[in-house]
C-alpha cells in the first residue's frame, strides 16, 4: 500500500508563514509528478503548486511569488513554503502524487494518491 501523509498545517495571522510537508511511504517504484491542491468551505479544489520529478514548477496565479513548492526525492517528500499568508489562503490543503506502486510490476502503471488534507487557517 502507499500512504501520503500531510503535516504543517496550523492557524496563522496574517502575513505571516507556513511549511507543508507531505511523505510518500509504502511500497512505491518510483514517483513522478507531486502537486498540493486547495480546497476552502463552499469552493472547489483547486491546484495550488505542482512539480515534475525534475524539479519545474507551476503556480497558480493566486500564490506567485509567495509560495514555493520543492520536493526531497530521497525522502520521498513535498514541501509547500507559504510565506505573506493571506485569508484567501484559508482552505484544506491536500497533497497528491502520481505514483508508480512495486505492484504495478512489468506494466509501470500510475496511480493518483491523495493525502488526508491538512487545514490552513489564516486570521486578518
Known amino acids: 500500500q502507499v500512504q501520503l501523509v500531510e503535516s504543517g498545517g496550523g492557524l496563522v495571522q496574517a502575513g505571516g508563514s507556513l511549511r507543508l510537508s507531505c511523505a510518500a511511504s509504502?511500497?512505491?517504484?518510483?514517483?513522478?509528478?507531486m502537486g498540493w491542491y486547495r480546497q476552502a468551505p463552499g469552493k472547489q479544489r483547486e491546484l495550488v503548486a505542482h512539480?515534475?520529478?525534475?524539479?519545474?514548477?507551476n503556480y497558480v496565479d493566486a500564490v506567485k511569488g509567495r509560495f514555493t513548492i520543492s520536493r526531497d526525492n530521497a525522502k520521498n517528500t513535498v514541501y509547500l513554503q507559504m510565506n505573506t499568508l493571506k485569508p484567501e489562503d484559508t482552505a484544506v490543503y491536500y497533497c497528491?502524487?502520481?505514483?508508480?506502486?512495486?505492484?504495478?510490476?512489468?506494466?509501470?502503471?500510475?496511480?493518483?494518491?491523495w493525502g488526508q488534507g491538512t487545514q490552513v487557517i489564516v486570521s486578518s
Open positions: 497528491n502524487a502520481a505514483i508508480i506502486p512495486t505492484h504495478s510490476g512489468w506494466t509501470k502503471r500510475e496511480y493518483d494518491y
Open positions: 512539480i515534475t520529478s525534475g524539479g519545474i514548477t
Open positions: 509504502g511500497s512505491i517504484f518510483s514517483i513522478n509528478a
